[in-house]
């Protein structure tokens, strides 16, 4: 696929194929220097009727993938919104400890939503995101109106649907052209489901080096691939990856400390089985939990019904 404008030129061609007619929002990229020199980076959508208004909705994505797995939610949401870059991720900075667990990830995503924002937040995160979210949520709650957490449980098994990311990911760490990667994408399943769709993600997610040759833009390729060529036998703590990592007691702890309204959001298809669900309402009592007819991506299979759930939570209909 010949590379667009700028990254924001897809957003006509993604509310057609939605069944959107509103106009498309006004896209931004923010940059925000941290603390130790690393770079966090942002998407902010503001409507095209009023793009002085600051977000009221901010987004974290999953393992692997990166703001603009957002898109169609955000244009079917209709309403200001902020999407981070999670580290590691996008156009995020990688870290060098390759430490992309909640609770250290957290206060970047902090530093972030208090730049980025004036109010309280609904914060929305998937998988990766919405552990993160949680741990934003119970660390900063003066941040966080309302938590939403997608299709993710501290308990959820990493043996289970998440190893068929972990394998997609555990390739080449670099491809002689975007097409290669877009092949892998739907030989797995992945990508939407439409070549068209992938070459998207593919645009997204990939960055051509100087040589020429593209790369993923997030570090968990590189550690997939590294773990894939570590023998389980010979040195079985190396194998415990990333996606793996998250999924510990901590996660628990940041959810039950959480003060605002929570929610869980899991696919009928998708990675949180009924006894990670129950399990989530014992822990967490006072939380809604609810199904919807999804795989793991509830943003990228049915973005318009989230997005209408996410503007009922905000009383916009």
């Avoid at 220097?33 to 009727?49: K, M, Q, V």
């Avoid at 998937?126 to 119970?138: D, E, F, I, W, Y």
């Avoid at 877009?182 to 070549?195: H, N, P, S």
Wanted: proline share 7%; glycine share 10%; no cysteine.
């Amino acid at each position: 696929m010949s590379d667009p404008i700028d990254e924001f030129s897809f957003l006509p061609e993604q509310a057609a194929e939605a069944g959107i007619h509103a106009l498309a929002p006004r896209g931004e990229r923010l940059s925000l220097t941290l603390a130790d020199g690393r770079i966090l980076s942002a998407l902010r959508y503001t409507p095209a009727d009023s793009p002085d208004s600051e977000p009221v909705v901010t987004f974290l994505h999953g393992a692997g993938l990166n703001a603009h797995t957002w898109d169609t939610t955000i244009l079917a949401l209709g309403l200001p919104a902020l999407a981070i870059d999670l580290p590691g991720h996008g156009d995020s900075s990688w870290r060098d400890d390759a430490a992309y667990v909640a609770r250290v990830l957290a206060p970047d995503v902090a530093a972030g939503i208090d730049a980025w924002t004036n109010a309280p937040q609904l914060l929305v995160g998937q998988s990766l995101g919405g552990l993160t979210a949680a741990a934003v949520a119970a660390s900063r709650p003066d941040l966080v109106r309302e938590l939403v957490v997608i299709d993710i449980t501290p308990g959820l098994d990493p043996n289970a649907g998440a190893r068929q990311i972990r394998d997609f990911f555990a390739g080449p760490v670099d491809w002689a052209s975007r097409d290669q990667l877009v092949d892998r994408a739907l030989a797995f399943g992945l990508g939407g489901g439409t070549r068209r769709k992938a070459e998207r993600g593919v645009f997204f997610n990939s960055r051509i080096r100087p040589d020429g040759r593209v790369e993923w833009k997030h570090h968990f390729a590189r550690l997939a691939n590294a773990a894939s060529a570590v023998p389980t036998a010979a040195a079985p703590a190396e194998r415990q990856d990333a996606v793996a990592s998250v999924l510990g007691e901590s996660g628990w702890e940041d959810l039950t400390a959480v003060a605002s309204p929570t929610t869980l959001l899991r696919g009928d298809r998708g990675y949180v089985t009924e006894r990670d669900a129950a399990e989530f309402a014992r822990r967490v009592p006072s939380a809604s939990v609810s199904v919807v007819p999804s795989g793991h991506n509830v943003q990228e299979e049915i973005p318009l019904e989230l997005g209408a759930r996410l503007r009922a939570m905000l009383g916009a209909g």
